[in-house]
T-cell receptor, first 115, second 110 residues
């Protein structure tokens, strides 16, 4: 089955802890994205990557870090520097097309709660 | 404010009625996409319309794009209770990532 998976589904973090959210895809997509969604809001872009070992900051990158060591994987670390991390985190992937953005395929999301 | 903003923020209709959602944006686009999100789930792509297209259909969905007014509309015909979800527009402005609006919450009453 082709798709994009995120784990865990629910994650609880204590103040001052770093946590890492997993995102894996087997769609052979070059581009991967991380979004944050707050209750009743739209999606805000945290980071994106179009090729292995390269990534760019999105609109709200402060307090987050990513890596892209493999094409299939794009983990997101929420660091202690992120002051308000409680949110729903969505990962997406898309085929890379020169000049424009294709449709994105989304994972099921990880709900992070800070205790 | 965001590049894409949907209107209305919430919409409640009866099964069988049509639902229309609007999206306005600020800068020029390559394409505009509509996504659906069921509560607590990931987004699902519905339809993509390119900047040189004016209308597109997919099943019960009809999307229009007016680049002169920087606006798009999504029409769902003969709605069903299963259409209850949030609907988001997303614009491709050439920065290699989409910009999402804040969404319209659609409630279809059986």
């Amino acid at each position: 089955d082709g798709g994009i998976t995120q784990s865990p589904k629910y994650l609880f973090r204590k103040e001052g802890q770093n946590v890492t959210l997993s995102c894996e895809q087997n769609l052979n997509h070059d581009a991967m994205y991380w979004y944050r969604q707050d209750p009743g809001q739209g999606l805000r872009l945290i980071y994106y990557s179009q090729i292995v070992n390269d990534f760019q900051k999105g609109d709200i990158a402060e307090g987050y870090s990513v890596s892209r060591e493999k094409k299939e994987s794009f983990p997101l670390t929420v660091t202690s520097a992120q002051k308000n991390p409680t949110a729903f985190y969505l990962c997406a992937s898309a085929p890379l097309q020169f000049g424009y953005s294709n449709e994105q395929f989304f994972g099921p999301g990880t709900r992070l709660t800070v205790l | 404010s965001q590049q894409g903003e949907e209107d209305p923020q919430a919409l409640s209709i009866q099964e069988g009625e049509n639902a229309t959602m609007n999206c306005s944006y600020k800068t020029s686009i390559n394409n505009l996409q509509w996504y659906r999100q069921n509560s607590g789930r990931g987004l699902v792509h519905l339809i993509l319309i390119r900047s040189n297209e004016r209308e597109k259909h997919s099943g019960r969905l009809r999307v229009t794009l007016d680049t002169s007014k920087k606006s798009s509309s999504l029409l769902i015909t003969a709605s069903r209770a299963a259409d209850t979800a949030s609907y988001f527009c997303a614009t491709d402005t050439g920065r290699r990532a989409l910009t999402f609006g804040s969404g319209t919450r659609l409630q279809v009453q059986p």
